[in-house]
């Protein structure tokens, strides 16, 4: 007799929720049918769900998102960077609390060593016929951060190889949900034949039919809801082995559109902006963005940064600010509408030298009109480099009015999307400190208070 087992899966929905309402008709309806078919299904989320630039994530700190996949009867989710490193511990550690799913981490632990209680490094779901499938999960290895919020990421594989000698004398199929991305779910399935399906994640990679490598299929479904991936085993129940493997992608622009789709994303705005609506500070002067040129604004940020990190000079684009920063009483949503990026602040330790290559290297004059999405950006364009209180003049570097000479060491207070080496190389090998879980808008609401402390 041969079982048809059905997994529905989602991945980097990035809080992107235009298409959540089909999503949500589409997973549910079709659980619904396979029941009465008699044939079982399970609903996975590949992590990422959650991105703290809209403002119903950052106002619920993930809560709401949770709440959706309640609500959309999810079986099983892992977590992606997202979920790990753009909240505090504490934050992460009550991000589950109510979820009505299995949480599975397969490579998390927390600073002592042991499993966290909200998370699973491996469970077991069962078919209706009895079938067992081994599940565990791998998250990106983001090791020096985790580590400064309090948590250990382990080794990937040497994670998966301990979850397969575990699972493979108790479950009849193994399946892995990996936010490690495209290239790394290749090698894995290489290394470890066990796994019968891979779920994957974290580049954002979509795979129409599935990819098999070795003994593995390959499922992916891109990013921000845009499909919903269905896999399909069927498992001969005398032999005990699967007999076919089939994946394939829903559009979900094609689906059908689901009754008050705008409502349904109105009022999740509404729900965050609420959330929000308390006072950050109050500001004495409107302080008007530019993307392409030196603002009041971006002084009084560069003024921000520089007092967080303790530094005299900085480093940021101009096309982090999406909004000016108004006059009066300005709240947490205001703040958030006009620097939505999970982006950490970070200190670079350099030579004047290095900072006299990195002044101009941030006079690319093709930078300021790049369309740039991801490293934690949510803006439009880069925008013009500020280099706030440091310039090269005649050869000569500049900070805060000072000659620096070439060996003397500098602080520069920058932003952690500049580290990861794609506009300025040297910062992926400085020395470096990142701040957590502050963000730039926190910096920028720390700034605001201080100045109204200093004048009451």
């Known amino acids: 007799m041969i079982e048809t087992i059905h997994f529905y899966h989602t991945n980097d929905l990035h809080s992107h929720f235009q298409h959540w309402p089909r999503i949500h008709e589409l997973v549910t309806t079709r659980k619904k049918w396979h029941l009465e078919e008699g044939e079982s ?3 996975l989320d590949i992590g990422d769900h959650i991105d703290r630039s809209h403002v119903f994530t950052e106002g619920t700190l993930g809560t709401g998102n949770v709440e959706l996949l309640n609500k959309a009867l999810y079986d099983v989710a892992t ?3 997202n979920e790990g490193i753009t909240l505090a511990n504490n934050e992460l550690e009550n991000l589950y609390q109510d979820a009505q799913f299995q949480v599975v981490v397969g490579n998390l632990l927390n600073q002592n060593g042991e499993v966290p209680n909200w998370l699973l490094p491996t469970t077991i779901l069962t078919t209706i016929q009895g079938t067992k499938i081994g599940v565990t999960a791998l998250t990106a290895e983001y090791t020096h951060i985790y580590k400064q919020l309090g948590w250990q990421v382990t080794d990937a594989f040497g994670a998966m190889k301990a979850h397969i000698d575990h699972l493979k004398d108790e479950t009849d199929i193994i399946i892995c949900m990996s936010h490690l991305g495209i290239q790394v779910d290749e090698e894995m399935a290489d290394q470890f034949p066990e796994i019968d399906v891979i779920f994957g994640a974290h ?3 979509i795979l129409h039919e599935g990819k098999l490598v070795n003994q593995s299929l390959l499922a992916a479904a891109g ?5 919903v ?3 399909t085993l069927s498992f001969d129940l005398e032999k005990k082995e699967i007999v076919e493997k089939h994946a394939l992608l829903y559009d979900t622009n094609e689906l059908k559109e689901s009754p008050n789709e705008e409502e349904f994303l109105n009022d999740l705005v509404k729900k965050g902006k609420n959330l929000l609506s308390v006072p950050a500070f109050t500001q004495s002067e409107h302080l008007q963005k530019e993307w392409f040129k030196d603002s009041t604004l971006s002084s009084f940020f560069g003024d921000a940064l520089n007092a967080f990190c303790n530094t005299e000079c ?4 101009a096309g982090l600010f999406l909004t000016d920063l108004h006059k009066g009483e ?7 509408q006009l620097m939505p990026h999970p982006i950490n602040p970070c200190v670079i330790e350099l030579t004047g030298e290095e900072l006299k ?7 690319n004059e093709s930078w300021p009109n790049l369309e740039l999405k991801g490293l934690g950006f949510r803006g439009v364009v880069m925008g013009k480099m500020i280099t706030h209180h440091f310039k090269v003049v005649d050869e000569d570097l500049i900070v805060h009015g000072r000659y620096i000479n070439p060996t003397d060491r500098v602080r520069l207070a920058t932003i952690d999307m500049f580290t990861f080496g794609y506009f300025f190389p040297a910062f992926k090998v400085l020395p470096k400190i990142y701040y957590m879980p502050e963000f730039i808008r926190d910096v920028l609401i720390a700034h605001g208070q201080n100045n109204n402390n200093r004048n009451n």
């Open 41 to 43: 299904s399970f609903t």
């Open 79 to 81: 977590i992606g960077n």
């Open 203 to 205: 580049t954002h990679h």
């Open 223 to 227: 990013k921000f809801g845009y499909y």
């Open 229 to 231: 991936g269905h896999v």
């Open 314 to 317: 900085a480093l940021f684009n």
């Open 330 to 336: 300005v709240s947490r949503f205001d703040i958030h």
């Open 357 to 363: 290559d990195i002044y101009k290297l941030s006079l």
